[in-house]
């Protein structure tokens, strides 16, 4: 009589669910007395991770090997450009000021690029701080260069001292912002001392503090999420609400990545 093929044991492990890969943007600093590094604020992995997402960390390349950006393009399903210093004003037709922070060429010159690509792609986009001033500069947009000069009016949206800061915010009736984070007021943490000026094309306004200083804003492709904000979700000074941005961005991104597979099918 032959021998029974032995059945396989099923796996006592589960097989966990795929989780779309989010890239996230990172610094780049250089100390004077050492070897320049990369670093991001783990909040960002936290809230990715518990969104559903899995992180992973983009270095901003050297010049020589923008190339391989493409390479994490096609591993990506979403991407975060997250905050950071102020982007060179000369580059977008404005002047330097004594508040002016630049922040690293290396950086600056790959994110531009970075961005570029993604919005080829049609790539859900979170843009944080930063991030999403570089939004508005794409689309033709302008920047106040410092909010106390240029926009004397304008309530503190920092506080020197480096302590936590908050303000209200108004959400814009009809927006993807009202749909994430419902109608009306709702408080944000506040650290930046640069501001959306003139929007760019194909933006509208999703959230204004009460001053009118822009807080938040969105393409107005329905069908595509790109969403920039002025405060930072990500940061433990943030509101549990704040936790449903990046759960609604990883839910987008997780769209995204079947897409393809879909047409393949």
């Known amino acids: 009589m032959a ?12 097989v966990a669910p795929t989780r779309p890969l989010i890239g996230i943007t990172t610094d780049y600093l250089t100390p ?6 990369t670093r991001a604020n783990v909040g ?4 990715i991770l518990n969104a559903g997402g899995l992180p992973i960390l983009l270095p901003p390349l050297k010049k020589d090997n923008y190339p391989e950006l493409d390479i994490y393009l096609k591993m990506i399903s979403g991407i975060i450009f997250t905050g950071g210093q102020d982007l060179d004003p000369r580059k977008y037709g404005q002047q330097l000021t004594s508040a002016t922070q630049l922040m690293a060429p290396r950086r600056e010159d790959c994110e531009r690029l970075l961005l570029q690509k993604v919005f080829d792609r049609k790539m859900p986009i979170l843009g944080i701080g930063m991030g999403m001033q570089l939004i508005n500069l794409y689309h033709g947009g302008t920047l106040f260069q410092h909010l106390p000069t240029e926009n004397p009016k304008a309530m503190p949206h920092s506080d020197p001292s480096g302590y936590p800061h908050r303000h209200m915010v108004n959400i814009e009736e009809g927006t993807l912002l009202e749909e994430i984070y419902g109608t009306g007021e709702q408080r944000v943490n506040s650290t930046h001392h640069q501001a959306v000026n003139q929007l760019g094309r194909k933006l509208r306004v999703s959230a204004k503090a009460n001053d ?8 107005t492709d329905a069908s595509w999420f790109c969403v920039g904000l002025q405060w930072h979700p990500e940061d433990e000074t943030a509101s549990a609400l704040d936790q449903q941005i990046f759960e609604c961005f990883v839910q987008s991104a997780t769209r995204f990545v079947e897409v393809p597979m879909l047409a393949a099918a």
């Open 3 to 14: 021998a029974k093929t032995p059945t396989r044991q099923s796996s006592r492990h589960p």
């Open 32 to 37: 004077k007395n050492n070897s320049p590094y």
């Open 44 to 47: 960002y992995v936290d809230s």
């Open 212 to 219: 009118g200083v822009i807080e938040a804003i969105e393409t």
